[in-house]
């Protein structure tokens, strides 16, 4: 059973800065792609990232949620974590922060939530004005 624990979380300012880690365990981290999504209350899971199995590959969402150029996915397959550094936190940036491991061997990576198969409990990310 793989098992995801997030940490980092926290309350910071606008324009202020946080880094979420994501520990996996239970199968080999460095053949799944991984990603973090968010979900501010009353709204559905929004994808936020993506990094391919390999790590050689990055995605963001790039659109009304953007978080290009401000947050930085990251994993380090000897440690079995991953990364995102959030720098100029908004605060429409406030929700709980999940992340999640695909469920193909060697998915390049996919921003849908039907392709990841096990999630983290979530990390509460506030953004104060």
């Known amino acids: 059973q793989v098992q995801l624990v997030e940490s980092g979380g926290g309350l910071v300012q606008a324009g202020g800065s946080l880094r979420l880690s994501c520990a996996a365990s239970?199968?080999?981290?460095?053949?799944?792609?991984m990603a973090w999504f968010r979900q501010a209350p009353g709204k559905e899971r929004r994808f936020v990232s993506a990094i391919s199995w390999s790590g050689g590959s990055t995605y963001y969402v790039d659109y009304v949620d953007s978080v290009k150029g401000r947050f930085t996915i990251s994993r380090d397959n000897a440690k079995n974590t991953m990364y995102l550094q959030m720098n100029s936190l908004k605060p429409e940036d406030t929700a709980v922060y999940y992340c999640?491991?695909?469920?193909?061997?060697?998915?390049?990576?996919?921003?849908?939530?039907?392709?990841?198969?096990?999630w983290g409990q979530g990390t509460q990310v506030t953004v104060s004005s």
């Open positions: 239970g199968r080999t981290f460095s053949s799944y792609a």
């Open positions: 999640a491991a695909a469920k193909y061997f060697r998915l390049v990576a996919s921003m849908s939530t039907d392709d990841y198969e096990y």
